[in-house]
């Protein structure tokens, strides 16, 4: 047993050490720096495989849901996440509504001059956003297309920067392709969904723009004085509509813009109650002020105000004055509203209004007001449509949807919502990996060359 470590020895001093190629260390790094490149870049593709499915897929809105139920607007809208698609970028079809308001409702201008923003949420409950130059509100600067599927916002829009904002951007949210629409800024969406007006300060001209065909045509000039912007209701065989100045009503026919010249009564304390104000059997509806605010009454900076819904005639408000409250209340059948101007989106099937109301919070941090929809029950009561996020101050619906009774879709789940968010970041996460394997590539490179020249390698 002693004799065989000198036996091994003197084995190991009798062979030949086998030759060492003199880039050994090299080639094994190289190897290594491969192996490493091959397995970053097939974390890539695996993202891809994973993402590229749905992304590709983009669903059709209208089958999301069971085909027992049929699209719906969703019961509860969640806010934003960082970094939610652009609807320019990756269209969700459809929508069922908008949303405006501040905090992750409003960007920022940090990088660009989009400080607007619009929240669509489509038929199948995805989120995307339309970052805008102006911060308007939906209802007023961002109008929904009765069907869902065009968006008017007022001046230009990320990824159209050659609309003037003093015109309007018009996006299909089912291709993302923006238009520009020379002739002013949207006012209002005729029932059918295929034309929209259009309203220039500089000269008061309102224009009717055709979808279809892409021309537009100048309708007469509304006189007095003109709130900006006016105030819109389309009968609901949309071939009249009906536009509220400060100093009356002008009604126009659609087929031969003729201006009928309706008589006004001006009634002090009534306005319009909103773009659905013609109710089916084609009275006009307007919202009667019992107290509070004295101006505007949809500037949160006012006090709040008391309202009451009341339908007028086919002429126009009730022929009483509004200061006779207890006659005014026996002819309305719907329950005061509190806070700012609501207003009226449509008409339920069972003659409820389908209303959005702005009401204080009452807290001294946060958001002064929240947004809600709300059905106002004939003969009083009220149910909860939709509830909004705290910072949502104002709301649009696809009113083809409101007028079928098509509300309490369920929101989309996290998972749901996770996927989705990734396909918006899936470019973004495309590029940064790529710019890790050129950056890492290059420094190792860089530190071969380095050790090739006779400098010691850093760490």
């Known amino acids: 047993m002693n004799k065989l470590p000198g036996a091994l020895r003197l084995l190991a001093d009798e062979g030949v050490a086998p030759p060492l190629p003199p880039d050994l260390w090299r080639r094994g790094m190289r190897r290594h720096r491969r192996r490493r490149a091959v397995g970053v870049a097939a974390a890539v593709l695996v993202l891809v495989a994973v993402l590229t499915p749905v992304t590709l897929d983009g669903g059709d809105a209208e089958s999301a849901r069971p085909a027992d139920t049929g699209p719906a607007i969703p019961s509860r809208v969640h806010p934003p996440w960082p970094g939610q698609a652009q609807v320019t970028d990756l269209p969700a079809g459809r929508a069922a509504l908008i949303v405006t308001g501040s905090g992750s409702l409003r960007s920022n201008d940090f990088a660009d001059s989009y400080e607007g923003r619009t929240m669509v949420v489509a038929r199948d409950g995805r989120y995307r956003?339309?970052?805008?130059?102006?911060?308007?509100?939906?209802?007023?600067?961002?109008?929904l297309s009765p069907d869902g599927r065009r968006l008017a916002v007022a001046g230009p829009v990320e990824g159209a920067d050659h609309v003037s904002p003093e015109e309007t951007s018009l996006i299909d949210l089912t291709?993302?392709?923006?238009?520009r629409v020379r002739g002013g800024r949207p006012i209002g969406w005729a029932p059918d969904s295929r034309h929209l007006l259009v309203y220039a300060?500089?000269?008061?001209r309102i224009t009717r723009y055709d979808t279809a065909t892409g021309s537009g045509r100048e309708l007469s000039r509304?006189?007095?004085?003109?709130?900006?912007?006016?105030?819109?209701t389309f009968t609901p065989d949309a071939f009249r509509f009906i536009v509220i100045t400060g100093s009356g009503h002008r009604r126009y026919d659609e087929t031969d813009e003729t201006d009928v010249g309706l008589r006004f009564r001006e009634v002090a304390g009534f306005r319009l109650?909103?773009?659905?104000a013609m109710n089916p059997d084609g009275r006009l509806a307007y919202w009667r002020t019992v107290s509070g605010c004295t101006l505007s009454c949809a500037d949160l900076s006012e006090p709040v105000g008391e309202f009451r819904l009341v339908l007028g005639d086919?002429?126009?408000?009730?022929?009483?004055?509004?200061?006779?409250?207890?006659?005014?209340?026996?002819?309305?059948?719907?329950?005061?509203?509190?806070?700012?101007?609501?207003?009226?989106l449509g008409w339920l099937p069972d003659g409820s209004a389908v209303v959005e109301v702005v009401e204080p919070t009452g807290r001294a941090v946060g958001p002064a007001a929240r947004a809600r929809v709300i059905?106002?029950?004939?003969?009083g009561g009220r149910t909860v449509l939709i509830t909004l996020p705290s910072d949502a101050h104002r709301v649009e619906l696809a009113r083809g949807l409101v007028a079928t009774g098509r509300f309490g879709a369920d929101p989309p789940s996290a998972p749901a919502r996770t996927v989705d968010w990734?396909?918006?970041?899936?470019?973004?996460l495309l590029v940064t990996a790529v710019v890790v394997v050129v950056a890492v590539v290059g420094v190792r490179r860089w530190r071969v060359r380095r050790a090739a020249s006779g400098h010691p390698p850093t760490a």
């Open 201 to 204: 300060v500089d000269g008061h």
């Open 129 to 143: 956003l339309v970052d805008g130059q102006n911060e308007g509100d939906a209802g007023t600067d961002m109008l």
């Open 175 to 179: 291709t993302g392709k923006v238009t």
């Open 375 to 379: 059905a106002m029950k004939p003969g």
């Open 422 to 428: 990734l396909r918006g970041l899936l470019p973004m």
């Open 222 to 232: 509304l006189t007095g004085t003109i709130p900006v912007p006016p105030y819109v």
């Open 314 to 344: 086919r002429d126009g408000p009730p022929s009483y004055p509004a200061d006779t409250g207890g006659r005014a209340d026996r002819t309305s059948e719907f329950e005061h509203v509190t806070g700012w101007m609501p207003r009226l």
């Open 273 to 276: 109650a909103g773009p659905a």
